[in-house]
């Protein structure tokens, strides 16, 4: 199932925000080094991520968080999915979308989220 995902490095705090067709294996490939990005700059954990229907959507998702170019709303966002309530400040398209998608937020080590 197509996903928008945040992961966040338990080394440098920083958030890598993605989209994939299958998330598991995507996670898994961030483990194995595939992706430049997240490369020796880990371990990654999977902090966030909601399911859609299309690949299309999912990195429609993706490039509106990486629109906000900061890392206190990324973290909003994690933090209100946790207490199950949808941030105010990113407005009515977020409000929408979290209706019709399922939400994920882990605080597995990296290697349990991917299965490996």
């Given at each position: 199932?197509?996903a ?12 890598y ?8 294996e ?11 990005y997240t ?48 941030p ?6 977020y409000?929408a979308l ?9 605080s ?9």
């Amino acid at each position: 199932m197509p996903a928008a995902h945040i992961l966040k490095s338990q080394s440098t705090g920083k958030f890598y925000i993605g989209s994939a067709l299958d998330l598991t294996e995507r996670l898994a490939e961030h483990h194995r080094g595939h992706s430049p990005y997240t490369r020796n700059r880990g371990p990654w954990l999977l902090a966030y991520s909601e399911h859609y229907a299309t690949l299309s959507e999912a990195r429609q998702r993706e490039r509106q968080i990486k629109s906000w170019k900061s890392h206190s709303a990324v973290q909003e966002l994690i933090d209100a999915a946790v207490g199950l309530s949808v941030p105010a400040r990113h407005g009515p398209y977020y409000g929408a979308l979290a209706r019709s998608i399922h939400v994920t937020v882990s605080s597995l080590p990296p290697m349990q989220i991917a299965g490996l």
